[in-house]
């Protein structure tokens, strides 16, 4: 069964960095696109960031854009979100996902890991 | 960005009943609609792709239609462990966006 388990939360000051990771097992890593997702406490789920299978393509949410660096190393099937100038507004339970290939559908998520920004 | 509205926004139904969620796109999306159901504190699980067909593992009471911009996500007869949040989401274009949420309850 594909896993995702991600690390790396907690909590932090405004204007601090953070560096999430997720692994990955049970699959082909390389083969597949990823995703970070989030969701503030009691609200929605919010897209933030993808990267090709190659690492060579990358998108993010306005909302992260110039802050948040997202990467993986295929030889250590892990993904990763670098999360700097956090804010308030970035507090939230993150999670990685695959991209199904094929579908553009997000299959499989880990069970996410809570970031924090408070002074 | 596409913007992406459920309804409703709650909803409360027995065991056995049958519901229906709809969701809306700012713009064409053509099939690229997606739908999840969340459980508190848990991730969410996809159960719909590609407007209509079924994740892998997930009740065929659980069904979804619609084109273009207007969609729906259907569950024939209510069983206990269907009471969640669901959400619609696009994979048309980046960002990829999401509905609200439709909180089912418990009638």
């Known amino acids: 069964q594909v896993q995702l388990e991600e690390s790396g939360g907690g909590l932090v000051k405004p204007g601090g960095s953070l560096r999430l990771s997720c692994a990955a097992s049970r699959f082909t890593f390389s083969d597949y696109y990823m995703s970070w997702f989030r969701q503030a406490p009691g609200k929605g789920l919010e897209w933030v960031s993808c990267?090709?299978?190659?690492?060579?393509?990358?998108y993010y949410a306005d909302s992260v854009k110039g802050r948040f660096t997202i990467s993986r190393d295929n030889a250590k099937n892990s993904l990763f979100l670098q999360m700097n100038s956090l804010r308030d507004e970035d507090t939230a339970f993150y999670y990685c996902?695959?991209?199904?290939?094929?579908?553009?559908?997000?299959?499989?998520w880990g069970q996410g890991t809570l970031v924090t920004v408070s002074s | 960005d596409i913007q992406m509205t459920q309804s409703p926004s709650s909803l409360s139904a027995s065991v056995g009943d049958r519901v229906t969620i709809t969701c809306r796109a700012s713009q064409s999306i053509s099939r690229n609609l997606n739908w999840f159901q969340q459980k508190p504190g848990k991730a969410p699980k996809l159960l719909i792709y590609?407007?209509?067909s079924l994740q892998s593992g997930v009740p065929s009471r659980f069904s979804g239609s619609g084109s273009g911009t207007d969609f729906t996500l259907t569950i024939s007869s209510l069983q206990p462990e269907d009471f969640a949040t669901y959400y619609c989401?696009?994979?048309?274009?980046?960002?990829?966006?999401f509905g609200q949420g439709t909180k089912l309850e418990i009638k």
């Open positions: 590609a407007v209509s």
């Open positions: 996902a695959r991209e199904s290939y094929g579908t553009r559908a997000f299959d499989y």
């Open positions: 989401q696009q994979s048309y274009s980046t960002p990829y966006t």
């Open positions: 990267i090709s299978h190659t690492g060579q393509t990358i």
